[in-house]
């Protein structure tokens, strides 16, 4: 009898410790990595940012096609139309900047445009801009996020 018992827990020993290999439950999802894109105002003045996409041509017209969003003070737009994957180990500003299908962002104030920011421009890494990396502060846990802040030295040209 107590052979039986001995074999059994045996078994179950091999089962229960050999699983975690078995089914994988130990190892690291394979998924792609997402994050989330958000853009801050740290200034005094509710703002618009206008995401300006390349022209599109249909026929004899070309149409400039923009997203606006009104960003209040203090608060933070979650621009989540742009949420990107990718492994956790790459550069995810870099993935972003690289990937995003606007040629450039228009700062405005009560309608007036008080700056534009280009990719072109961004050949200064000194200058505070959604296209310069260095700009921008990345969060990882579960899911990751990328922020840029909008600053009151932002609004001055």
């Not at 740290?42 to 618009?48: F, M, S």
């Not at 993935?95 to 421009?121: C, M, P, R």
Request: hydrophobic share 35%; glycine share 8%.
């Amino acid at each position: 009898m107590t052979m039986i018992y001995r074999n059994v827990l045996i078994l179950l020993l091999v089962c229960f410790l050999g699983g975690c290999g078995l089914f994988d439950w130990d190892r690291e999802p394979d998924w792609d990595y997402n994050y989330e894109v958000l853009y801050v105002n740290n200034t005094q003045h509710d703002i618009g940012l206008v995401f300006i996409f390349p022209e599109v041509s249909t026929g004899d017209e070309k149409k400039l096609i923009s997203r606006e969003h009104l960003v209040l003070a203090g608060e933070t737009l979650d621009y989540s139309s742009d949420d990107f994957g990718g492994d956790i180990g790459d550069d995810p500003v870099s993935k972003y900047n690289n990937t995003t299908s606007y040629v450039k962002i228009s700062l405005q104030i009560e309608g007036e445009e008080v700056k534009v920011w280009t990719k072109e421009a961004v050949n200064n890494l000194e200058i505070h801009s959604p296209y310069n990396p260095d700009s921008w502060k990345i969060f990882k846990d579960d899911k990751g996020w990328i922020k840029f802040t909008i600053e009151e030295s932002d609004l001055e040209n």
